[in-house]
């Protein structure tokens, strides 16, 4: 029974941090050949992946963000954290974590997933 449950503020002002957590249950981060990433579809707009991280810690952030993303992980907590900095209103989205399914390895699609969390609004206003 495989969980995952985000976490972190619905409201964020202009040109701060966002820091969500994602608390991974029944499975674990560290599982052989594992994958696990952010995603996030802001309103009237398609899904869009944001960062991965790999069973052994291994790190991959899509280029349009990279200078201000990153993805992090607390193994003995079973978590993984992404950080958005200088955040814009364009970064108003349902923020979602999720688990790639086995077999596959494209990042970007929303049918490699395998499971969800229910996702989390994030509104970026001053």
């Known amino acids: 029974q495989v969980q995952l449950q985000e976490s972190g503020p619905g409201l964020v002002k202009p040109s701060q941090t966002l820091s969500l957590t994602c608390t991974v249950s029944?499975?674990?981060?560290?599982?052989?050949?594992?994958?696990w990433s952010w995603l996030r579809q802001p309103p009237g707009k398609g899904l869009e992946w944001m960062a991965g991280?790999?069973?052994?810690?291994?790190?991959y952030v899509t280029p349009s963000l990279g200078s201000r993303t990153s993805i992090s992980r607390d193994t003995s907590k079973n978590q993984f954290t992404l950080q958005l900095t200088s955040v814009t209103p364009e970064d108003t989205a349902v923020y979602y974590c999720?688990?790639?399914?086995?077999?596959?390895?494209?990042?970007?699609?929303?049918?490699?997933?395998?499971?969800w969390g229910q996702g989390t609004q994030v509104t970026v206003s001053s």
């Open positions: 991280i790999s069973y052994s810690g291994s790190r």
């Open positions: 029944g499975d674990s981060i560290t599982r052989n050949n594992g994958y």
């Open positions: 999720a688990r790639r399914s086995v077999g596959r390895t494209n990042w970007r699609t929303r049918d490699s997933y395998d499971f």
